[in-house]
């Protein structure tokens, strides 16, 4: 299913239920190595995104996730 996320994809092939889902983001400036590979200024924030899905049955995570994404992709007009 391509219009699902890669983590939907993974667990409907498993089949297992979910037993924890621990998300973590933190708003930092960006490494320089960040900031060229997406091109922004070492000034823009970055959002850092791990996550961690754990089944049933299992104390071992099945998926991982990290990712680094530039703060004005998720920037939202808000009404007041």
Not at 22 to 51: N, Q
Not at 66 to 77: D, Q
């Amino acid at each position: 299913d391509l219009e699902a996320s890669l983590a939907h994809n993974l667990l409907s092939v498993i089949g297992s239920p979910i037993r924890q889902l621990e998300h973590k983001i933190v708003v930092r400036y960006p490494t320089g190595d960040e900031a060229r590979a997406l091109k922004i200024k070492m000034s823009e924030k970055v959002l850092e995104l791990t996550r961690w899905i754990y089944l049933e049955g299992s104390d071992k995570p099945v998926s991982y996730i990290n990712f680094v994404i530039a703060s004005h992709v998720l920037e939202f007009p808000f009404l007041n």
